[in-house]
């Protein structure tokens, strides 16, 4: 099972495995979450050191992309363009796939004049154009705020231009929990913030003014990251426009984190269905605290679905390394790197080896009964 590599007319065995062993995956004293890696909140998202490590590891021909079956915030997507490489993403979080999407995509010289515009157009509407029906939404935002946002929103949704205006619609995303009740982005709970309507309005220019420093000008030239929105249980081969060279993905584990739950609101207001993406999400809490709940086979069952589908659009001998933790449902600890490599045995992926790492305390899961897992692991697993 060892990939060759060439050198002039001679033949050598490459085996990456030895040099991921050696690697300290912890990286202890290097920095994570700046940049493109920070424009928009998403807690519970892999580091961009892994992804990175990863790819300079392997041999992946040219003529092949990586793909992120689960890509949540693109960080395996936005570490592929950095050095060189074609990718493909797949989530069926439309609020994750607008990140990764705005991420990669070329950025419009335009985006604080857009964004000008857009403040004067929503203040120019306040309280004449109607609010959309979003439920509970006096709870969540006070009414000024709710009339600032939805007059952005609204001009926002007017622009032409597709890569502006899904920028814009993320710079707006990324503000709503700020300007809202609601804690935090960890914290599904209601507070009083001094948060006004004039609050919107700047907070919104200046995440925009930052987007210009560190989104790709259209002048540079990256390879292709191509999103797809989509639930990966329902992508088949004819989804994926060219073969796959190298996997790398965290999937949505077992009652890890609620991402369309604190996701909800943004999907809300932007138009997008929050309670589909609930009824679909791989891993959902909910799934596993309700009457005739889910079980760990079910979460196995759902990662070989996505092996049998990578089977199929992986080329022979290439790798697909997933990084999962264990989770605790209903007082039991979960081993999901047991049911992942499981699942993947069932599909004729072979394990390579296991990496494990420690997880940093910023990037724990939000569920509390999960907050005493310490470690994660990397699996190595090769078609």
Known sequence: MLKTEFHSNQTVAFDPIPSLVSCDWNFPGQRNGEGLYNLHPYPAKFISQIPKTLIKAFNIPKDTVILDPFCGYGTTLIAAQSLGYSSIGVDLNPIACLIARVSTQDCSQNIV????????????????????????????????????VFGLITAINEIEEENLRDTLRLALSSILVRVSNQDSDTRYAAINKPVEKNDVYSIFSRVCQQYMQVLHSSQEDYPNAFVLNKNILEVSPSDIPSKVGLVISSPPYPAAYEYWLYHKYRMWWLGFDPLLVKEHEIGARSHFFKKDHHTPKDFENQMQKVFKLLSKICIQNSYACFVVGNSKIHGEIIDNTELLVSAAAQENFELRTILPRNIPSNRKSFNLSNSRILTENIIILQK
């Open 113 to 148: 004049e857009s964004a000008t515009r857009c403040i004067q157009k929503a203040k120019a509407t306040e309280g004449l154009i109607s609010m959309p029906y979003i439920p509970n939404l006096d709870h969540w935002f006070k009414k000024p705020i709710q009339i600032a």
